[in-house]
C-alpha cells in the first residue's frame, strides 16, 4: 500500500469518520509486524467485556492503532427459534435477549405482535407497561453504573463498593416486580393485549417508599462516580462519539443523547402512555464518556419522577385486551408485516415481524430484532484508535452493551 | 559458636518475620472484613468466629492447587520471582525498630537499606511478568517497572527529610531523635506532613494499591503480571502484596509519627508502633475501598509534574530549616 492511501480513510468508512482523523480499516503495511505491533485479543474471555464479546487489539506499545470487535459468541439464534414457536410463546423467549432490561423486550415483541395482530391494549395495561419500563430503566442504569465503576475501579477496589451499593438498590426495584410477577428476572409477565398480572393491594405504596430511599441514596453514588475527581479525569474528553457519527452508525439511546442529538422515542414517536405524560429529554453536547455517564444517571433521576407519576396515576379497567389464552395457536395471523420500536434503557429495540397467512397463521412468518447493543458496538472501531487498553475497558463500558441482545 | 551479633539477627529476624506474616495474614481477614462491612456485606464468617481461621483456610486452599508453568514461561525466572517478591519484602524489616532497642539489625545504613529493596521488588515482577510469556503480564509488567522506578525518586526524596532533620540514616536513631525533639510530621509545619503525604503516596504505588494499582488492573489486565500464576505462587504474590502494605506502613509511622514513641508521655513501647503501622494500613484499606483507578498516563504525571518537584522543594526547605531554624532561638525546635 502507497502512503497515500493509508493516510486517507477507506471508502467503507463512513464520511465523518474521516472527518474524526479515524480511519477503522487503517492500513498497518507501516509497521514491522515484529517490532511495532502486538495483537491483544481482548475476549471472549475477559473481565471487562461486559460478556462474551470479543475486541482485537492493535497495539503500538499501549496505544490502540486499530480495534476490530467481533461478536456473535453468544448467538443462540433467537429470531428463528421464534419463527418456529407460536406468538404466545414468544414472550419467555425474549425476556433473555437484553437480559438487563427484560421488561422492554417483552414489551417490544408484543407490541409488534398486537399491530400485526390488530389488537388494542387497555389503558390500565398501557400505564402498567409505562411504570414497568420506567423501572427497569432504572434497574438497568443502576447496573450499567455499577459495572462502570468495576471498569474503572476493579474487582478489588473503590468500583466494587460502587458495584455493591447499585446493586441493592437494583435489587429492591426487583423486588418489586416479583411482587407483581412472580419472577425476579424473566417475569413473563407481558402478553399480547396487555399483561399477564394484576399489581396487587399496597403495591403503590410499597414502590413511592423504595423510589423514594433510592433517589435520596443517588447523590451519594454520584459521589463515588460523576462527582469523583479520579472518574472525572478518567472520563473526560474519553471516546469522543461526534453526532455525525452516531446518526450514521444508527447508535440510538443514551449515547446518541450524549453526543447533542435531541432524539427519544418517548417523546417522538409516544408508545403505551408516554403520549399522556411529559418526558423531560436529557441530552449533553459532549459525545464523551462523562456525558455518556451523566445522562444516563440524569435519566435514571427523570424515570423515578415518571415512575411516581405513573404509579399514581393508574386507571382502573381491564389489564388485557385479547381473550385469555387457552391454547398456543389462538392468535392467527393474516398476511402483512408490522414494525415496532420503542426506546429501552439501551436505545431503540425494534422488533419486524411478517404475518405468515394461511400455512403458518398462528407464529411469525418471519422476524427481526434490532438491537441498541450492537450498533453501539458498531462505534468501537472508530473510538478506540489512539486510546490506550485502560481507556479500551472505559469506552466499552460507557456503551453499555448487552451481548444476549447484540448476539440474540 | 555463633557470633553473639549473628544470633541476635537469626531470633529477631525470625520472630520479626513470623510476627509479620501473622499479622499480614489477619490484615487480610480485617481488609475482608472492612470492605464487608462498607458494601453492606458481612465479609468472611463460615471459617471460625467471625472467619477468623479464613486466613489459614485460604492458605490450606492455595496450597492444594496445582502449581502451573504455561509450557512457552521461562522455567527458571517463573519458578523464581513469587518468592523473591517476598524476600525482598521481609529484607526492608531488618532495620525497622519496632520498639526502644528492638529491631533486627541496628545499620547505621537503615533508609538506604529500606530503599533499596524496596527498589529491588521491580525486578521480580519484572521477571514475573516477562517469564510467563503472556501479553496481559508483559504488559503489567511494563507498567510496574514504569510506576516503580518513576515513584521510587519521590519516595527516596521524602525519606531524606527525615534524615536531614535527624541527622542520622539509622532508623533507630531517627526515631530516637523524635522521641527527644518532637515528631517529623508535625513540626516544623509543613515540609514533614508534606513529606509524609507524597512519601505514603509513594508508597501505595509501589505497593500496587488503589488508585495507583495499574501493574495489576484487573479490569484491564485481567489480574496482570499474576495473570498465569496459580496456586501458592499467586499466594506469595498476593502475600508480599499486603506485606508491602505493611511494611509501608511500620517505616511510614517510624520515619514521620515517632516509631515507638508514645503521646502525652505515655510510656514507649513496642505498642505504639503496632497501633500508628494498623492506623497507616486501616487508611490504606479505607482508601483502596473508596476510590477508582487512576489511568497508566495519568499516574506518571501526577508523579513527574507533582510529586518530585514538591518532594525536591521539600528537601530544600528542611536544609534550610535545619540550618537556619537554631538561629531564631530554642522554640523554633533548633
Redesign the interface.
Known amino acids: 500500500m502507497s502512503a497515500s492511501s493509508a493516510a486517507r480513510p477507506s471508502s467503507a468508512a463512513p464520511a465523518s469518520a474521516a472527518r474524526l482523523g479515524v480511519d477503522p480499516h487503517r492500513d498497518l503495511s507501516d509497521y514491522d509486524p515484529e517490532a511495532d505491533l502486538?495483537v491483544?485479543n481482548m475476549g471472549p474471555q475477559?473481565?471487562?467485556t461486559h460478556g462474551v464479546f470479543r475486541l482485537k487489539l492493535h497495539l503500538d506499545g499501549?496505544t490502540i492503532v486499530r480495534a476490530v470487535p467481533y461478536v456473535g459468541y453468544l448467538h443462540r439464534g433467537v429470531e428463528k427459534l421464534l419463527e418456529e414457536l407460536t406468538f404466545v410463546q414468544a414472550t419467555p423467549i425474549v425476556d433473555k435477549n437484553d437480559y438487563v432490561s427484560p421488561m422492554t423486550n417483552e414489551q417490544a415483541i408484543n407490541m409488534a405482535f398486537e399491530a400485526l395482530l390488530g389488537i388494542e391494549v387497555p389503558r390500565r395495561a398501557r400505564y402498567m407497561r409505562t411504570l414497568f419500563a420506567e423501572m427497569q430503566r432504572i434497574a438497568s442504569h443502576l447496573l450499567w453504573l455499577s459495572t462502570f465503576?468495576?471498569?474503572?475501579?476493579?474487582?478489588?477496589?473503590?468500583?466494587?463498593?460502587l458495584?455493591?451499593?447499585c446493586f441493592?438498590e437494583r435489587e429492591w426495584i426487583l423486588d418489586l416486580f416479583e411482587l407483581v410477577t412472580g419472577a425476579r428476572f424473566h417475569y413473563n409477565t407481558h402478553t399480547i393485549g396487555g399483561n399477564r398480572h394484576d399489581i396487587p393491594a399496597g403495591w403503590a405504596k410499597q414502590v413511592h417508599t423504595t423510589l423514594d430511599l433510592i433517589a435520596s441514596r443517588i447523590d451519594e453514588y454520584l459521589e463515588?462516580s460523576t462527582t469523583?475527581s479520579?472518574?472525572v479525569?478518567?472520563t473526560r474528553g474519553v471516546g469522543i462519539l461526534p453526532k455525525e457519527l452516531a446518526l450514521e452508525l444508527g447508535i440510538t439511546g443514551p449515547i446518541l443523547r450524549a453526543s447533542g442529538v435531541d432524539h427519544d422515542l418517548r417523546r417522538d414517536a409516544p408508545f403505551h402512555a408516554y403520549d399522556e405524560i411529559e418526558v423531560k429529554v436529557q441530552t449533553e453536547p459532549d459525545g464523551d464518556c462523562l456525558s455518556r455517564a451523566l445522562v444516563r444517571v440524569r435519566e435514571m433521576k427523570e424515570s423515578i419522577r415518571l415512575s411516581k407519576l405513573l404509579v399514581d396515576g393508574i386507571p382502573e379497567g381491564p389489564i388485557c385486551g385479547a381473550r385469555p389464552i387457552k391454547n398456543p395457536t389462538q392468535f392467527k395471523a393474516k398476511e402483512g408485516q408490522a414494525y415496532v420500536a420503542l426506546e429501552t434503557p439501551r436505545g431503540e429495540l425494534g422488533t419486524y415481524v411478517i404475518g405468515g397467512g394461511k400455512n403458518k397463521a398462528a407464529s411469525p412468518y418471519r422476524l427481526k430484532i434490532r438491537p441498541p447493543s450492537l450498533h453501539a458496538l458498531s462505534a468501537l472501531p472508530y473510538l478506540l484508535p489512539g486510546h490506550?487498553?485502560?481507556?479500551?475497558?472505559v469506552i466499552l463500558g460507557s456503551l453499555d452493551p448487552i451481548m444476549g441482545e447484540a448476539d440474540r | 559458636m555463633i557470633p553473639p551479633i549473628v544470633l541476635h539477627g537469626l531470633i529477631y529476624g525470625g520472630v520479626a518475620a513470623i510476627a509479620l506474616l501473622t499479622l499480614t495474614a489477619w490484615g487480610i481477614w480485617f481488609e475482608r472484613k472492612f470492605?464487608g462491612r462498607?458494601?453492606?456485606?458481612l465479609g468472611p464468617t463460615m471459617v471460625g468466629w467471625a472467619g477468623l481461621l479464613q486466613p489459614l483456610a485460604d492458605v490450606l486452599k492455595l496450597l492444594q492447587k496445582e502449581d502451573l508453568v504455561p509450557a512457552q514461561a521461562d522455567r527458571t525466572l517463573y519458578l523464581l520471582s513469587p518468592p523473591l517478591t517476598v524476600f525482598f519484602t521481609l529484607a526492608t524489616v531488618a532495620v525497622i525498630p519496632f520498639g526502644v532497642d528492638v529491631a533486627v539489625a541496628n545499620l547505621p545504613i537503615g533508609v538506604p537499606w529500606i530503599l533499596a529493596f524496596s527498589g529491588l521488588m521491580v525486578f521480580p515482577v519484572w521477571t514475573a511478568g516477562w517469564a510467563s510469556a503472556n501479553?496481559?503480564a508483559l504488559?503489567g509488567a511494563?507498567r510496574a517497572v514504569a510506576q516503580g522506578i518513576s515513584y521510587e525518586i519521590p519516595m527516596l526524596l521524602t525519606a531524606l527529610v527525615p534524615v536531614i532533620f535527624a541527622g542520622s540514616m539509622n532508623v533507630n536513631e531517627i526515631v530516637r531523635w523524635q522521641a527527644e525533639h518532637h515528631w517529623i510530621a508535625l513540626w516544623p509545619p509543613g515540609p514533614g506532613l508534606f513529606a509524609f503525604v507524597i512519601f505514603f503516596l509513594s508508597c501505595l504505588a509501589e505497593a500496587n494499591r488503589?488508585?495507583f494499582?495499574?501493574p495489576?488492573?484487573?479490569?484491564?489486565?485481567?489480574a496482570g503480571v499474576t495473570t498465569e500464576y496459580s496456586g501458592m505462587r499467586f499466594g506469595l504474590f498476593y502475600l508480599a502484596e499486603y506485606l508491602h502494605t505493611l511494611v509501608a506502613s511500620a517505616v511510614a509511622s517510624a520515619l514521620f509519627f515517632g516509631g515507638w514513641n508514645g503521646i502525652f508521655g505515655l510510656p514507649d513501647g513496642i505498642h505504639w508502633m503496632l497501633a500508628k503501622t494498623l492506623t497507616l494500613f486501616f487508611l490504606i484499606t479505607w482508601i483502596?475501598?473508596?476510590?477508582?483507578?487512576?489511568?497508566?498516563?495519568?499516574l506518571m504525571r501526577i508523579c513527574w509534574t507533582y510529586l518530585v518537584p514538591a518532594s525536591l522543594a521539600l528537601v530544600m526547605i528542611s536544609a534550610l530549616w535545619v540550618h537556619y531554624a537554631p538561629q531564631l532561638g530554642p522554640m523554633w525546635g533548633g
Do not use: C
Request: net charge negative.
Open positions: 502486538m491483544l475477559h473481565p471487562s499501549e465503576g468495576i471498569d474503572m475501579g476493579g474487582a478489588l477496589g473503590g468500583g466494587t463498593t458495584f455493591m451499593h441493592r463515588l469523583n479520579i472518574f479525569a478518567r490506550s487498553i485502560s481507556d479500551t475497558v | 470492605a462498607m458494601q453492606s456485606r501479553k496481559y504488559l511494563m488503589i488508585p494499582d495499574i495489576e488492573a484487573e479490569s484491564e489486565l485481567v483502596r475501598w473508596s476510590l477508582l483507578r487512576f489511568r497508566a498516563d495519568q
